[in-house]
């Protein structure tokens, strides 16, 4: 756990550092003001995308290190080369290039998907899934990881983050720049103390529904992947592998960033379900049940 809040520290202190550095570069050469809605433009949709398409351009390193996963290059039993074999029958049918195929050492039944493109991603399943399901619940839950990728769900949730993140940025600063003039504000008209204790809490509110609105796509994508996963592996398979999830169904132990594209992810009630990036599995079994007949394996529809 220590490892992991470790990387995720430096990463994103890393990550702080270069648009901070690209910042520097935009005002010294170009000339670009942060005291003017242009300029705050500019700066907003630096740090707002610039920090999602870099976390996304990481994305397979940082989840092969915070999980401890291992890639499998050359299959060394039976198992690792039905894995292999599997995701590249799926990734064929889906018409995606060959992901990186690997297993992370979890109790948990769960596997994720990441990457920063449809032809450059890895597919990862816990060693608590290889133990508690059967070929066919597996196969199934490999679909609809493979469907997430087909989808080009991390590009969108990427691009879905960065204007979220860009509106946050802006509106917190307009904003503030509104309620302190109205407070007085700074003798000299430059912003004072109480303006950036402003922008920090209009962050936090903003910030707050802008996560209910990703967090609402996220759900919204979770249903198209076991849709996806139906289709390639079988609505039977897809069903049978989403109840043996609500058997053991519990708080997820992937790291945060890959944690939308598991196949299992925490339950919430009430006001704390708009923070879930997964719906009910409950939620997931039905639609695939009243689903249209045509889900019947072999073949999937992108998007």
Request: hydrophobic content about 50%; cysteine-free; proline content about 3%.
């Amino acid at each position: 756990m220590f490892k992991r809040i470790a990387l995720f520290l430096a990463t994103n202190l890393a990550v702080l550092a270069l648009l901070s550095i690209v910042m520097a570069v935009l005002q010294g050469v170009f000339g670009i003001r942060l005291n003017n809605t242009g300029g705050l433009l500019v700066m907003a949709t630096v740090f707002g995308f610039g920090g999602s398409f870099i976390s996304l351009a990481m994305s397979k390193w940082l989840a092969k290190r915070s999980t401890g996963a291992y890639v499998i290059e050359q299959p060394r039993n039976e198992t690792e080369r039905w894995l292999v074999d599997t995701v590249r029958r799926q990734a064929q049918a889906a018409g995606i290039g060959m992901p990186e195929v690997a297993i992370y050492d979890a109790p948990e039944i769960n596997a994720f998907a990441t990457g920063a493109s449809r032809n450059n991603a890895l597919v990862a399943v816990s060693t608590g899934l290889m133990r508690s399901m059967d070929r066919d619940e597996a196969e199934a839950v490999l679909a609809h990881e493979v469907s997430h990728v087909a989808n080009g769900d991390m590009v969108t949730m990427a691009l879905v983050q960065g204007v979220l993140n860009t509106f946050v940025i802006v509106l917190a600063r307009l904003v503030g720049r509104v309620i302190d003039g109205y407070l007085g504000g700074s003798r000299d008209g430059a912003p004072g103390l109480g303006y950036y204790v402003i922008v920090f809490a209009l962050d936090m509110v903003f910030g707050l529904f802008a996560s209910m609105i990703a967090m609402s796509f996220s759900r919204y994508r979770e249903f198209h992947a076991d849709a996806g996963g139906a289709r390639l592996a079988g609505r039977q398979k897809m069903i049978a592998a989403l109840q043996r999830l609500s058997q053991t169904y519990g708080e997820s132990t992937l790291p945060k960033q890959v944690q939308a594209f598991g196949i299992s992810g925490a339950v919430g009630h009430g006001l704390s379900k708009l923070m879930r990036s997964h719906p009910p599995l409950e939620e997931r079994i039905a639609a695939l049940k009243n689903a249209p007949q045509e889900y019947s394996g072999g073949r999937v529809v992108t998007r």
